[in-house]
């Protein structure tokens, strides 16, 4: 009952996460063109041209929805990593005690850096959990948390296709 309750939590606050970073890259991408429309409108474009600009940009992966489009990425991958770390918390349990590990490479942001194998129970790590926001790398982590008494449990890291 208890793993039943944690996990429960853990995807209400995920699936809560999730919502209100799509919400927040929708309306950065909705301002991004309302500033673009603006800045074309002053210096003389005619709406056609403008309507065709922005459908080239969606088309062809451009600045404006090129970001939009990693922004949902990176939040799907960020999202899939976290509901599989929620499984495997949910399954080890909270009382004991985790280690943080990082992917060591020249990718790992300074804030996980810092943390590599560092141990805490679950309950201490909870509002720095990977991939959950705070950190600089946010939705691009690639760290686990792992049971301390389960070394040779380290997860492969996520490989991320670069477009």
Partial sequence: MVKEATFRSLEEIESESMRIKMSASAQRTAVTIQEYVSIRQINGAEEKDILAELLD????????????????????????????????????????????????????????????????????????????????????CRCFLVPKEAPGMIPSPIKRKRT
């Fill in 57 to 140: 940009d969606l088309q062809n992966n451009g600045r404006i929805f090129g970001e939009f489009r990693n922004a949902i990425r990176a939040t799907a991958h960020g999202n899939i990593k976290r509901v599989s770390d929620i499984g495997n918390y949910t399954e080890n349990g909270t009382e004991i005690e985790y280690k943080w590990i990082t992917v060591e490479d020249d990718k790992v942001c300074p804030d996980c850096s810092e943390r590599n194998n560092m141990e805490m129970t679950w309950d201490k790590w909870a509002d720095t959990l990977p991939g959950s926001g705070w950190s600089v790398c946010k939705d691009h």
